[in-house]
């Protein structure tokens, strides 16, 4: 018996595309162009009122980046999405739509370098405030929360690697005090975990990593969950109140249960620019066709490489929530069963030297600032990505001295092992 639903694998495959009107073309086409002829003044008008929907101009909508929006939305199971030119410009986007000068929200201490930097210094200079919580404490978020919170920011799998947050009793704690969960699913992709089913109400991704999967592509992607009531709440102005620009419209009146992605796009997007090139839109399509196989390859090769590592003399500890034993085991089983990911770290005896030695002797690893890729890649966070923070913050985002992540490729497993023994004999 089937439900009559396509499955994630069909999706993957198809959510938004169908062969191209003009041509047949079946592979989505690339609309390599700026701008769309209207078909008369009035089409014009009703585009820029927002009372059509149709192209105008690719910094705020494209065809082949429309295919994307649609097939993410589909994984995730959300109302509609949003690309963008990278997973920094998602978050600045949704931000954008939900703060005013003077709000904070509420961010994970466990999340990407990157994101810790973007959360705690570019966002000063627009009037915005993250309090930081642990993920491993959801009461700390509920502690965390005061009259000028407007969201909660976690990541599922936390970057770098081995922590999987429980997303339920963070949602819970959202709910109770009626703020948007916003869930960045970079780390998972939707094959892992699909935290609307958690309780999330606004994804979004990194699509650099294994939604494009091939290291070859920038870019980014919001997905409403279509779940929180902006309705009235004047606690976002940009979704409950009338827009000078759209004649006095409301987003949350005219776009009901896809008001955020609109507001992203038509507030957004619009006016901070950061559009995403149709040819990267392309190639992140093509990576997401084969997002189920890679994704259940990269987690069976994570597991067996950490299961080696566990029991490696040089290496003192290995976080990865698919051991058993593990810390995180208990909720990786819950909120994702399939695999946990390829993304992991372990510590290397002799600390921050050791560390920089292993990295350096790697031959099929290739040493760089990025994760998701069909290659293995790996990282030495303190002296790299997470340069720049503090002693104190490196240690609270997972990321000490003798920390080495690795991005777990799809290579032959008996390969990576064996580089990764002989860089730890030199190590
Ligand atoms: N979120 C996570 C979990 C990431 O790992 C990254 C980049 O590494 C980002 C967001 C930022 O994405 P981008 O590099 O596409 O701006």
């Known amino acids: 018996m089937t439900d009559g639903k396509p499955?994630?694998?069909?999706?993957?495959?198809?959510?938004?595309?169908?062969?191209?009107?003009?041509?047949?073309?079946?592979?989505?086409?690339?609309?390599?162009?700026?701008?769309?002829?209207?078909?008369?003044?009035?089409?014009?008008?009703?585009?820029?009122?927002?009372?059509?929907?149709?192209?105008i101009y690719t910094r705020i909508g494209n065809p082949t980046c429309a295919v994307l929006e649609e097939r993410i939305a589909a994984l995730e199971g959300g109302t509609a999405a949003l690309a963008v030119a990278s997973g920094h410009a998602a978050q600045v986007v949704v931000f954008h739509?939900?703060?005013?000068?003077?709000?904070e929200f509420v961010a994970s201490r466990k999340l990407y370098g990157g994101s810790i930097n973007q959360f705690t210094h570019a966002y000063k200079n627009f009037g915005w405030?993250?309090?930081?919580?642990?993920?491993?404490?959801?009461?700390?978020?509920?502690?965390?929360?005061?009259?000028?919170?407007?969201?909660?920011?976690?990541?599922?799998?936390?970057?770098?690697?081995?922590?999987?947050?429980?997303?339920?009793?963070?949602?819970?704690?959202?709910?109770?005090?009626?703020?948007?969960?916003?869930?960045?699913?970079?780390?998972?992709?939707?094959?892992?975990?699909?935290?609307?089913?958690?309780g999330a109400d606004i994804i979004v991704h990194s699509a650099t990593k294994f939604l494009g999967g091939h290291g070859n592509s920038i870019g980014g992607l919001i997905v409403d969950g279509g779940s929180f009531n902006w309705a009235g709440d004047e606690r976002y102005p940009m979704l409950s109140k009338p827009r000078p620009e759209y004649a006095g419209m409301v987003l949350s009146e005219t776009f009901g249960n896809f008001a955020f992605a609109i507001a992203c796009r038509a507030l957004g997007l619009r006016d901070l620019g950061p559009a995403l090139s149709p040819f990267n839109a392309f190639l992140i399509l093509t990576g997401i066709e084969t997002l189920p196989l890679r994704m259940q390859r990269h987690s069976d090769n994570a597991l067996a490489i950490a299961e080696h590592l566990a029991s490696h003399d040089k290496v003192s500890w290995?976080?990865?929530?698919?051991?058993?034993?593990?810390?995180?085991?208990?909720?990786?089983?819950?909120?994702?069963?399939?695999?946990?990911?390829?993304?992991f770290t372990f510590g290397v005896k002799g600390g921050y030297d050791a560390g920089v030695r292993l990295v350096s002797n790697l031959k099929l690893f290739s040493h760089l600032a990025n994760i998701g890729?069909?290659?293995?890649?790996?990282?030495?966070?303190?002296s790299t990505t997470h340069r720049q923070l503090s002693d104190e913050q490196r240690v609270l985002a997972?990321?000490?001295?003798?920390?080495?992540?690795?991005?777990?490729?799809?290579?032959?497993?008996?390969?990576?092992?064996?580089d990764l023994d002989q860089a730890l004999a030199a190590a």
């Not at 739509?97 to 709000?103: A, H, K, N, R, W």
């Not at 890729?373 to 303190?382: E, F, G, K, Q, Y």
């Open 7 to 55: 499955g994630f694998n069909t999706l993957a495959i198809h959510a938004g595309a169908s062969p191209d009107a003009a041509t047949g073309a079946r592979a989505t086409p690339i609309y390599q162009t700026t701008s769309f002829v209207f078909d008369d003044v009035d089409h014009a008008a009703s585009l820029f009122g927002l009372q059509a929907f149709g192209n």
């Open 97 to 103: 739509s939900l703060l005013q000068p003077g709000d």
């Open 129 to 198: 405030q993250v309090v930081w919580a642990d993920s491993d404490d959801p009461s700390s978020f509920e502690a965390a929360i005061t009259p000028k919170t407007k969201a909660i920011f976690v990541e599922s799998i936390a970057n770098p690697g081995g922590v999987i947050v429980d997303l339920e009793a963070i949602s819970a704690i959202a709910k109770e005090h009626r703020i948007p969960l916003i869930v960045d699913n970079t780390m998972a992709s939707p094959y892992l975990i699909r935290p609307f089913e958690h």
């Open 318 to 343: 290995v976080s990865y929530p698919g051991l058993r034993g593990d810390r995180y085991h208990d909720l990786a089983q819950k909120y994702c069963p399939r695999g946990a990911g390829a993304v």
């Open 373 to 382: 890729d069909t290659r293995s890649l790996v990282i030495h966070p303190a």
């Open 398 to 418: 997972g990321a000490g001295p003798e920390v080495v992540r690795l991005s777990v490729g799809l290579e032959d497993t008996k390969d990576l092992i064996e």
